[in-house]
T-cell receptor, first 109, second 115 residues
Framework: KQEVTQIPAALSVPEGENLVLNCSFT??????LQWFRQDPGKGLTSLLL?????REQTSGRLNASLDKSSGRSTLYIAASQPGDSATYLC????????FGTGTSLTVIP | DTAVSQTPKYLVTQMGNDKSIKCEQN?????MYWYKQDSKKFLKIMFS???????INETVPNRFSPKSPDKAHLNLHINSLELGDSAVYFC??????????????FGPGTRLTVL
């Protein structure tokens, strides 16, 4: 059974810093991986989707990488802003979707 | 326009009752999902529907039953509610279900509280 872990569970950084969120999964036979953000009391918003054949995806200040063989993905956020404060979730797709427990990010103005 | 909508947003009910949560998507997607997010914020898939056919049914009690009247709707019926059913339930949709499923779009969630 696929297990998805996200480290750290919580992260607090000053505005303007670059940061990296980590996601690891136990079964490398995946088909894609998605990063989401969840704001308090809200649903999930998809940020980036990486297919298994891809190494990375970029959208604005966000860059997600995927290393299937090592079972890892990272989400890089450049020049963080207070509006980036949210919980970030990764989800691994291998026929169904398995979510990690998330990283709660706080960007301090 | 809201892409994926759920009603109600909040639901408070007594143990033993039967309740339903509705979900609608206007994205033209062919697959819809129900997820449960527990108090520790862990999100777990419950069901998915593709072309009115149940594709995934995790180890969910049979008190939970998804109903899809058409491709744009996937409702969740819950019978004999228990305290442990208290959680936030999310509906989602995507195109191209299966191993190469596309980006999922989530609804705002329904917070269910069972007293």
């Amino acid at each position: 059974k696929q297990e998805v872990t996200q480290i750290p569970a919580a992260l607090s950084v000053p505005e303007g810093e670059n940061l990296v969120l980590n996601c690891s999964f136990t079964d490398s036979a995946i088909y894609n991986l998605q990063w989401f953000r969840q704001d308090p009391g809200k649903g999930l918003t998809s940020l980036l989707l990486i297919q298994s054949s891809q190494r990375e995806q970029t959208s604005g200040r966000l860059n997600a990488s995927l290393d299937k063989s090592s079972g890892r993905s990272t989400l890089y956020i450049a020049a963080s802003q207070p509006g980036d404060s949210a919980t970030y979730l990764c989800a691994v797709g291998d026929g169904q979707f398995y979510f990690g427990t998330g990283t709660s990010l706080t960007v301090i103005p | 326009d809201t892409a994926v909508s759920q009603t109600p947003k909040y639901l408070v009910t007594q143990m033993g009752n039967d309740k339903s949560i509705k979900c609608e998507q206007n994205l033209g997607h062919d697959t819809m999902y129900w997820y449960k997010q527990d108090s520790k914020k862990f999100l777990k898939i419950m069901f998915s529907y593709n072309n009115k056919e149940l594709i995934i049914n995790e180890t969910v009690p049979n008190r939970f039953s998804p109903k899809s009247p058409d491709k744009a709707h996937l409702n969740l019926h819950i019978n004999s509610l228990e305290l442990g059913d208290s959680a936030v339930y999310f509906c989602a949709s995507s195109q191209f279900m299966g191993r190469g499923a596309d980006t999922q779009y989530f609804g705002p969630g329904t917070r269910l509280t069972v007293l």
